[in-house]
């Protein structure tokens, strides 16, 4: 069994930082896409970043040049770091992890809330 716990959420204001981080535990496969979604109140979760087990990544255009998500490997810890937030960046973020193949599936963590406020 696979699971996905997030850290780092919290109060912000805006223009600050913030790291996010999520440590997968069990069936980890060497092959993967993990990232980071996110979900404000009253709208649908949207994607914010993926990276891939090679390394590559893509973002959300309203988050492009502000975020970085990154990893070592497949196994290791997967961060996002948030640069210049904005209110609107305000939202649960989600972690979660892809794999595919036999006991493949869909992961997400539980959440941590993001909150960017003067």
């Known amino acids: 069994q696979v699971q996905l716990v997030e850290s780092g959420g919290g109060l912000v204001q805006p223009g600050g930082s913030l790291r996010l981080s999520c440590a997968a535990s069990g069936s980890i496969f060497s092959i993967n896409t993990m990232g980071w979604f996110r979900q404000a109140p009253g709208k649908q979760r949207e994607l914010v970043a993926i990276?891939?087990?090679?390394?590559?990544?893509n973002y959300a255009d309203s988050v492009k040049g502000r975020f970085t998500i990154s990893r070592d490997n497949a196994k290791s810890p997967v961060y996002l770091q948030m640069n210049s937030l904005k209110p609107e960046d305000t939202a649960v973020y989600y972690c979660y992890l892809r794999q595919i193949g036999t006991n493949g599936g869909n992961y997400w963590g539980q959440g941590t809330q993001v909150t960017v406020s003067s």
């Open positions: 990276i891939t087990s090679s390394a590559g990544t």
